[in-house]
């Protein structure tokens, strides 16, 4: 089982930049890393993933173009560098693995983290 650790949330205005991280416990056998958010009462939806490699991303297109998802195999770690953020970027992000970015992107994930909250305001 692999444990996912989120950090880097909090509250920036719009049109600012927050870096998340995501730590694993070990290095997963699953191949990519990714991102959901969840807005309040709205459902979980898919931000990016990215091949363990890094050789694949994909984006919501909500998101492209200003966020970046990046992998440090070295540490275990993904990251998501998120500029130009704007107040319905709002939501706790969710760090989690999947057999394929492909699979991520539909939900359909092994496991998930805790959360960070973001917090843009206007």
């Known amino acids: 089982q692999v444990q996912l650790k989120e950090s880097g949330g909090g509250l920036v205005q719009a049109g600012g930049s927050l870096r998340l991280s995501c730590a694993a416990s070990?290095?997963?056998?699953?191949?990519?890393m990714g991102w959901f958010r969840q807005a309040p009462g709205k459902e979980r939806e898919f931000v990016a993933a990215i091949s363990w490699t890094g050789s694949t991303t994909s984006y919501a297109d909500s998101v492209k173009g200003r966020f970046t998802i990046s992998t440090d195999t070295a540490k275990n770690t993904v990251a998501l560098q998120m500029n130009s953020l704007k107040p319905e970027d709002t939501a706790v992000y969710y760090c989690t693995v999947a057999p394929r970015t492909t699979n991520l992107r539909d939900g359909q994930v092994d496991y998930w983290g805790q959360g960070t909250q973001v917090t843009v305001s206007s």
């Open positions: 070990k290095r997963p056998i699953q191949t990519a």
